[in-house]
Nanobody, 119 residues
Framework: QVQLVESGGGLVQAGGSLRLSCVTS????????MGWFRQALGKERELVAH????????YYSDSVKGRFTISRDNAKNTVYLQMNSLKPEDTAVYYC????????????WGQGTQVTVSS
């Protein structure tokens, strides 16, 4: 059974930081591209960042570039999202996801963790 479990969300003031974690099981983690998505209330889900199998290649959306950092620890089957200089518009449910194929089709998803940034 595949499981992706996010943690680390919470309430933070604007300008603060949070570190999200996503622990996986049931997949060969090192074979998967891992991504972080977010969905704000009333908005469509958007890709925030993704990282290649070995962690060498990363992608960030323009809205988070320079503030967020995605990383992974293949020995711990875990992907992270370090979020700095948070803004109220970063408020959303954050999801991690996994794909063995292209980044347009993530197959496995976590349940999400809420991030709320107050102004």
């Amino acid at each position: 059974q595949v499981q992706l479990v996010e943690s680390g969300g919470g309430l933070v003031q604007a300008g603060g930081s949070l570190r999200l974690s996503c622990v996986t099981s049931g997949i060969t983690f090192s074979s998967y591209i891992m991504g972080w998505f977010r969905q704000a209330l009333g908005k469509e889900r958007e890709l925030v960042a993704h990282i290649s199998w070995g962690g060498v290649s990363t992608y960030y959306s323009d809205s988070v570039k320079g503030r967020f950092t995605i990383s992974r620890d293949n020995a711990k089957n875990t992907v992270y999202l370090q979020m700095n200089s948070l803004k109220p518009e970063d408020t959303a449910v954050y999801y991690c996801a996994a794909t063995v194929g292209g980044t347009s089709n993530f197959r496995f998803w976590g349940q999400g963790t809420q991030v709320t940034v107050s102004s």
